[in-house]
């Protein structure tokens, strides 16, 4: 079993910055893919970004390439997602997610054991 819980979400002004924690515990951490998805009102959960047990290969949905940085500190068991130049397009719920059974999953039903999501508001 995995627990994750997400912070650092909140209300930003377009443009700036947030950066998002997963905290995980239970199942060793470091030896599973981890990604963050985000669900906005009225709409399908979605990719974000995703990266491998060792932090050595990550992914971005092209809507985020550029600004958004996922990572993991192992020791730390802890995953992040650094948030730049946000965008009122981006206000949605952020859930970080683990897999068991795929190295470098982009899809939902890839995805073990969810968070239970933290709010990113952006106004404009």
């Known amino acids: 079993q995995v627990q994750l819980v997400e912070s650092g979400g909140g209300l930003v002004q377009a443009g700036g910055s947030l950066r998002l924690s997963c905290a995980a515990s239970?199942?060793?951490?470091?030896?599973?893919?981890m990604g963050w998805f985000r669900q906005a009102p009225g709409k399908e959960r979605e990719f974000v970004a995703r990266?491998?047990?060792?932090?050595?290969?990550?992914n971005y949905a092209d809507s985020v390439k550029g600004r958004f940085t996922i990572s993991r500190d192992n020791a730390q068991n802890t995953m992040y997602l650094q948030m730049n130049s946000l965008k009122p397009e981006v206000t949605a719920v952020y859930y970080c997610?683990?897999?068991?059974?795929?190295?470098?999953?982009?899809?939902?039903?890839?995805?073990?054991?969810w968070g239970q999501g933290t709010q990113v508001t952006v106004s404009s």
């Open positions: 239970g199942r060793t951490f470091g030896r599973y893919a």
């Open positions: 990266i491998s047990w060792s932090g050595g290969s990550t």
């Open positions: 997610a683990t897999s068991i059974r795929s190295p470098a999953p982009e899809m939902r039903y890839e995805y073990d054991y």
